[in-house]
């Protein structure tokens, strides 16, 4: 019994000192064009937990709760018209890099694992690993804002339905997306 308490301590101690970090993000997006006819909007919440190993690694994970709705209107085409709504959870495991810091800020290099299993409105269950630029500023010594540049990121994606691509997402067209291309969370160090 001893020997567990003393672990014990000895392990809040190390976590207690260590860098690990709460946080996360909550993004969205509205697009709407008119030449096409379709409308778009999406929220996503996105918790997160990790831990900064050094100067150069950090760890962690998020859990991603998103909602996509879509609407198409062709004027004088009613019988085409369509609604699309989608809800979707997403598993993210990730390691990043620092590759450059500049006083407070710094540019990291995220690598990942997105998984997002067969939901009710996804008949297959989609797998990505990507890299993605991520840029944080250091507010103070416990809070850090981070921006994943995801306009920028490189991704192989596969499916269950047995679909496998390399994509690469270089910013939207005529829409500003704040959940796809551009969003800015934050991160609670103990």
């Given at each position: ?94 390691a ?21 299993p ?14 993605e630029?991520?840029?944080t ?30 994509a ?10 704040f ?12």
């Amino acid at each position: 019994m001893k020997r567990l308490l003393v672990f014990i301590l000895l392990f809040s101690a190390t976590i207690a000192s260590a860098q690990v970090y709460i946080g996360g993000s909550v993004s969205g997006s509205y697009g709407n064009s008119q030449k096409t006819g379709v409308e778009t909007w999406s929220f996503n919440v996105k918790p997160e937990i990790g831990y900064i190993m050094n100067d150069t690694w950090a760890f962690g994970g998020r859990v991603a709760y998103g909602k996509s709705v879509t609407k198409t209107e062709v004027p004088g085409l009613e019988e085409t018209d369509t609604d699309t709504d989608i809800n979707l959870l997403t598993i993210n495991p990730y390691a990043a890099y620092s590759t450059l810091t500049l006083g407070d800020f710094a540019v990291w290099l995220e690598m990942g694992v997105q998984f997002i299993p067969k939901q009710k409105t996804i008949d297959y269950a989609t797998m990505a690993w990507y890299l993605e630029p991520v840029l944080t500023y250091d507010l103070n010594r416990s809070i850090l804002l981070k921006t994943n540049l995801n306009f920028a990121r490189l991704a192989w994606i596969g499916t269950t339905e047995g679909s496998f691509v390399l994509a690469g997402n270089f910013g939207a067209d005529n829409i500003i997306a704040f959940d796809e291309d551009f969003s800015i969370g934050f991160v609670y160090r103990f």
